[in-house]
């Protein structure tokens, strides 16, 4: 079962939208596997404390993007294999670094002295395999 243990909702940013985000780092970072089956939409939107309509809408969005698959009166499961792993991780690495590379532009950064901070600071951060 994906857990929502550590699910923290942030302002500013609808709370389906954070549900498919939650699901998608989960799924790029190996928490998240396909078969892994997700919590009932009742039970998620009373753990979450929103309306069953939002968790709806997540579901919903994340079957329209064939990452999981529901059938009525069962559970909803993740449905994913390598391609899609690594299309998700695309596509969050490059939303993340959209936003970085465009306050990066803004603060008056060069692309040289940008890649020497990130390089900088890739060294420094701790790897996630440790």
């Known amino acids: 079962m994906i857990s929502f ?6 302002d500013g940013t ?6 498919i985000l939650h699901i998608k780092r989960g799924i790029v970072s190996g ?4 078969g892994d ?6 039970v998620l939107s009373t753990l979450l404390g929103v309306n069953p309509n939002t968790i709806q809408k997540a579901y919903h969005l994340l079957e329209e993007e ?3 698959a529901s059938h009525a009166g069962a559970k909803s499961y993740i449905v994913i294999d390598n391609e899609t792993v690594a299309r998700i991780r695309r596509q969050l690495m490059e939303t993340e670094l959209r936003g970085t590379v465009r306050a990066l532009k803004q603060m008056g950064l060069s692309k040289e002295e940008a890649t020497t901070i990130i390089s900088s600071l890739w060294e420094e951060a701790p790897s996630s395999q440790t």
Request: proline content about 12%.
């Open 5 to 10: 243990e550590h699910f923290q909702p942030q």
């Open 31 to 34: 928490s998240v596997m396909a």
């Open 66 to 68: 064939h990452l999981i």
């Open 37 to 42: 089956a997700l919590p009932s939409r009742r």
């Open 14 to 19: 609808p709370i389906y939208q954070q549900i």
